[in-house]
């Protein structure tokens, strides 16, 4: 009960002990012969000796902190040692790559190990947990999280980070990176867009007529539940019978393989949540505001425009910001119908065992849907300011 009673901040503390327990179970990298074989792990203790300790004096710092109480000072340290922690642990990996690595022309590869993806995830969840108990607004905890992950683009820019494995991978497919990054933008966007101009109506529509709600709402949901490969799969027949009936159309890029129905499946998925929330929006419009509008003399078009729509968008929003995420993970499948996209450079990473290629693929993708996912929260936020 007494130490209980000393520990001020158990969330941090739990994260501390498994980090402890990844540095002493976990590799923080690998070495291998070349890119095909497996390496060998090396724990912390192998790679690290002489001034390198200083790269860890954030260990004992943060578990003092868990036992101070949890201020104003006390919560900022905690963020700030999370972020050194996790600055040094990268100079750390960094610094013994570029040892381990040798020449330029070596085919010795050095890869991440799962000691460095979990550490570095625990002391970025520490980071975060310090700044949600000191702030509620999303313009702080935006920035603070832009600054704790800073050292990811100095280190990368500045080159240290070269002779990881990794970056050996995007070195030799920049140019296909390049590509594939531009398709599964142009996938989210098209998606975005056709989701919009068809889930908004649907649900305005499904808002004003109950009898059409119900079979509308069984029809998306029949369409959620078929498994992303095999609606892929079905539409690859009717859309090749299209193309070979109107050749035309296949001039226009609709053939049973590609982007075609790819963005179509995609806006499949989409239309549930797109259209839950429209109505979902609508509805939690408060009637004594309808009835203002009506007193006033605006007609039912003028209060969907002027009222409902503009009160229901942050709920609006909200769908939009599950389909954009939902959708730049379900992109990476679209690559085994010739979609493109990052899926590419994952299905050809598992193909090869090759996992750095795996995670040259994966690692933009889980980027991309945590910026969108941030962004539209941050968008969501500031309208609800606003009405404030």
């Not at 498994?18 to 070495?31: K, V």
């Not at 922690?85 to 020449?103: S, T």
């Not at 490969?229 to 590609?258: C, D, E, H, R, V």
Request: proline share 5%; hydrophobic share 60%.
């Amino acid at each position: 009960m007494g130490n209980s009673v000393l520990v001020k901040n158990r969330v941090v503390l739990t994260l501390w002990l498994l980090m402890m327990l990844a540095l002493w179970q976990m590799p923080l990298l690998t070495q291998a012969a070349n890119r095909l074989v497996s390496g060998t792990g090396m724990p912390l203790r192998d790679i690290i000796h002489g001034f390198a300790w200083i790269l860890i004096l954030p260990f004992p710092v943060l578990l003092i902190l868990c036992f101070c109480p949890q201020n104003r000072l006390a919560l900022w340290l905690i963020y700030l040692v999370s972020g050194a922690l996790f600055a040094g642990l990268l100079l750390l990996i960094a610094w013994q790559a570029h040892l381990l690595a040798g020449d330029e022309d070596s085919l010795v590869r050095v890869s991440l190990g799962g000691g460095f993806w979990f550490i570095g995830a625990l002391s970025l969840l520490s980071g975060a947990d310090a700044v949600s108990r000191l702030t509620q607004s999303s313009g702080i905890r935006i920035l603070a999280a832009l600054l704790i992950l800073a050292p990811i683009p100095i280190l990368l820019l500045s080159g240290a980070l070269d002779t990881l494995s990794l970056m050996k991978e995007y070195a030799n497919r920049d140019d296909v990176f390049n590509q594939a990054l531009g398709q599964h933008l142009t996938l989210l966007f098209s998606t975005l867009a056709a989701a919009v101009l068809i889930g908004v109506p649907l649900g305005i529509v499904a808002a004003r007529c109950e009898k059409l709600r119900k079979p509308m709402f069984s029809v998306l949901n029949i369409i959620q539940t078929i498994p992303s490969i095999a609606l892929f799969g079905l539409l690859i027949a009717p859309l090749a019978g299209l193309a070979q009936a109107w050749p035309w159309l296949g001039t226009l890029g609709i053939s049973g393989i590609g982007v075609a129905p790819a963005l179509i499946a995609l806006v499949l998925y989409a239309l549930l949540p797109l259209v839950r929330s429209v109505v979902a929006g609508i509805e939690q419009v408060p009637q004594p505001v309808i009835e203002a509008a009506r007193g006033v003399g605006m007609t039912q078009s003028q209060i969907l425009r002027k009222v409902e729509l503009p009160l229901a968008l942050p709920v609006v929003l909200g769908g939009v910001r599950i389909v954009a995420v939902q959708t730049v993970g379900m992109a990476v499948i679209a690559a085994l119908i010739g979609a493109g996209g990052f899926g590419a450079i994952v299905f050809q990473g598992l193909l090869s065992s090759a996992l750095d290629l795996v995670l040259l693929g994966v690692i933009p993708v889980v980027v991309m849907a945590v910026t969108v996912d941030t962004l539209f929260k941050f968008l969501v936020s500031r309208i609800e300011a606003t009405r404030q």
